[in-house]
């Protein structure tokens, strides 16, 4: 694979991003915030795995949140007012990887490095601010910037002819199955999906990696 690849295009959340750990730090922020003046009915550790469930990643739609939540704690938010107040902090809780650096500075040193990321664009962008890796990347694409999302070909072939290169020269590496290896596929890039389940999806005949370092063993 080394010899035809000239560049590496990310994924960020549970890619790059630790998602899981500022979706926790999230929660500890509501809870701190609104817990005394609104209780809930649950203990704390039963409303954050319940939190967990209704987000399921980040997949599971931030306009169900609240009606969801409100069945064992009743925020004092709309639905449009509590995406409003995420939306402006969840930047700023982002917690990168141990090995994300490393990789990083590695593979620049070889590829020309891109990332593609579904979600508002203020929020991932942010991100990116927040754990300072935006220097990293020749080119990076917010899908709220766009006109398509994820697993849309269309914005793999972007990526691509930002950073001027082939399909079939660049690879995708991402962990969510159904956006980044099944949208990378039918861009024609060469997938390595992140996944902690070697049995998942066994038609994939592709790469697959336990955690994020470990890609550097292919590139």
């Not at 049995?199 to 990696?209: A, F, S, W």
Request: aromatic share 10%; with cysteine.
């Amino acid at each position: 694979m080394k010899e035809t690849i000239k560049a590496i295009i990310f994924d960020m959340d549970n890619t790059l991003i630790d998602r899981r750990k500022a979706f926790l730090r999230l929660c500890d922020y509501l809870i701190e915030t609104y817990g005394t003046d609104y209780p809930y009915e649950v203990t704390k550790e039963e409303l954050i795995e319940y939190m967990i469930e209704i987000d399921a990643d980040g997949y599971g739609g931030l306009q169900n949140v609240i009606p969801k939540l409100s069945k064992i704690w009743k925020l004092p938010h709309s639905v449009e007012e509590f995406i409003e107040e995420r939306n402006k902090i969840f930047g700023q809780l982002t917690v990168l990887y141990p090995e994300t650096l490393e990789v990083l500075e590695t593979l620049k040193k070889k590829y020309k490095i891109g990332m593609i990321t579904n979600g508002y664009s203020s929020v991932q962008r942010e991100k990116i601010n927040t754990v300072n890796i935006g220097h990293y990347f020749e080119d990076i694409i917010v899908s709220g910037e766009e006109e398509f999302e994820k697993p849309d070909s269309r914005i793999f072939l972007k990526a691509c002819k930002n950073l001027g290169v082939n399909a079939e020269e660049a690879v995708y590496v991402g962990d969510y199955y159904p956006n980044d290896i099944i949208g990378a596929l039918g861009a024609n890039l060469k997938p390595i999906w992140i996944t902690e389940d070697p049995d998942e999806h066994p038609e994939y005949q592709g790469i697959r990696v336990n955690r994020l370092r470990e890609i550097l063993n292919y590139l």
